[in-house]
């Protein structure tokens, strides 16, 4: 009963508070971060001067997270919330909405969504296991009710374009312009920055770098959107073999909500949590080893290695996700053991993984890197500009 009163409230106060047409607010997963493509369409605002033309707003769950630029922070799911997102002429999000927030028809929705699909999404799915919940037709009346008021949908390849327009019944206008977060990876993929990054994490600039970033396990949760870092990478083996050369960085899924003690690991392990933004580390990495995660198409951009580590790949295509196109297509090996990424790594050069992967490598860019020109920011900046 107090939920449908605060929500009957809500709608209400929709009627006594207009939108204004210079205020924009942001969000990065779920407001759990300040990352994704959301930070770099706002950053580009900033090195515009436009955070002094606009007013722009940040959802966090956290009032902690440092935001540059002139920006106003506030709690997601709090008052000024609830009044921003009435009051906002744009809503900038890479996820999901919150199920009660209701958009003025004078708000336009900017749905920048977090990736290049691999694992089928939302509509396209025939059966759901996320968190203990299991009704696939719940899920999808869900999504759809929330697909249904974005205006538009950023997309990095015609592939994706038309997965998006049937998997989340999306009828808006699609921009095809690539991912804003990007941006970084064509035009500052430089020494001066990747030792920037570096220093900020007190890596050694001598050491090369190994990127471990997994996708999350539907089945592996503590409570409802809160899951567990799942793999069976057997660290301190890798930590043996490898540490004389090699970093580990180790980036969970922002879903993933684990405190793990690597203390043991000494300096080969390097944690970066959910507030670390991924395009970063990206730069400062030799090898990137992922699984069924869509970093696997933004990490292309940069040319270098990817392993996939797929040890549950039987199991997680039948009980949990099944996937859009064949695996064994990916630009690198599929190995299964942790001795099998170590054989790899300390067996293959950089020009020996090319000799054996550069033709898939380049079809793989090809089709999912298709829009991707280091613009993407700019552009969506000038269609906030039309649209005021």
């Known amino acids: ?34 990352t994704g493509n959301p930070r770099y369409i706002y950053e580009e605002m900033v090195n515009q001067g ?21 920006c106003l922070k506030i709690k997601r799911s709090g008052a000024n919330f609830l ?3 009435l009051r906002s002429k744009f809503w900038i999000f890479d996820s999901r909405h919150q199920y009660y927030l209701k958009k003025s028809n004078d708000t336009k929705y900017i749905q920048t969504w977090h990736g290049t699909p691999l694992k089928k999404l939302a509509l396209d799915m025939d059966k759901v296991n996320m968190s203990g919940h299991k009704d696939i037709e719940e899920y999808k009346q869900k999504f759809k009710e929330s697909t249904s008021v974005w205006d538009y949908l950023i997309s990095q390849n015609s592939y994706s374009s038309e997965i998006f327009k049937r998997a989340f019944a999306f009828n808006g206008e699609m921009l095809e312009i690539g991912y ?48 567990k870092f799942a793999t069976e990478m057997d660290f301190k083996t890798m930590q043996n073999a490898l540490s004389d050369d090699y970093v ?14 690597w203390a043991e690991y000494d300096d080969f392990v390097v944690e970066c949590n959910e507030m670390w933004d991924i395009q970063e580390l990206y730069l400062i990495s030799d090898i990137l080893i992922t699984d069924y995660s869509s970093v696997m198409f933004d990490y292309s951009l940069l040319n270098r290695p990817i392993l996939f580590f797929t040890y549950d790949m039987k199991f997680y295509k039948d009980n949990l996700r099944d996937f ?18 170590i054989d790899f790594i300390k067996n293959n050069t950089e020009e ?36 005021k």
Not at 248 to 261: G, P, Q, T
Not at 360 to 378: I, M, P, V
Request: proline fraction near 3%; aromatic fraction near 14%.
């Open 324 to 341: 859009y196109f064949d695996i064994n297509t990916v630009p690198g090996p599929l190995l299964e053991t942790t001795e099998e990424l």
């Open 83 to 85: 009044y921003y997102s």
């Open 248 to 261: 580990l960085i180790v980036k969970f899924h922002y879903l993933v909500k684990d405190r793990i003690d």
């Open 352 to 387: 020996e993984y090319f000799e054996k992967y550069g033709d898939k490598y380049l079809a793989f860019q090809e089709k999912y890197n298709e829009f991707d020109d280091g613009n993407a920011s700019d552009n969506i900046i000038k269609l906030i500009k039309s649209l």
């Open 1 to 34: 009963m107090i939920k449908r009163i605060v929500i009957a409230g809500y709608n209400l106060s929709s009627h006594f508070i207009p939108v204004k047409n210079n205020v924009i607010m942001f969000e990065s997963s779920n407001g759990r971060n300040y």
């Open 180 to 227: 804003p977060r990007n941006d970084i990876l064509i035009n500052e993929n430089n020494e001066t920055k990747i030792n920037e990054i570096k220093n900020k994490l007190g890596i050694d600039k001598y050491k090369k770098i190994i990127l471990y970033a997994p996708t999350w396990r539907d089945n592996e949760f503590y409570q409802s959107g809160v899951y």
């Open 50 to 70: 436009l955070d002094k033309k606009y007013k722009c707003v940040w959802s966090v769950q956290n009032l902690e997270i440092e935001i540059p630029g002139n």
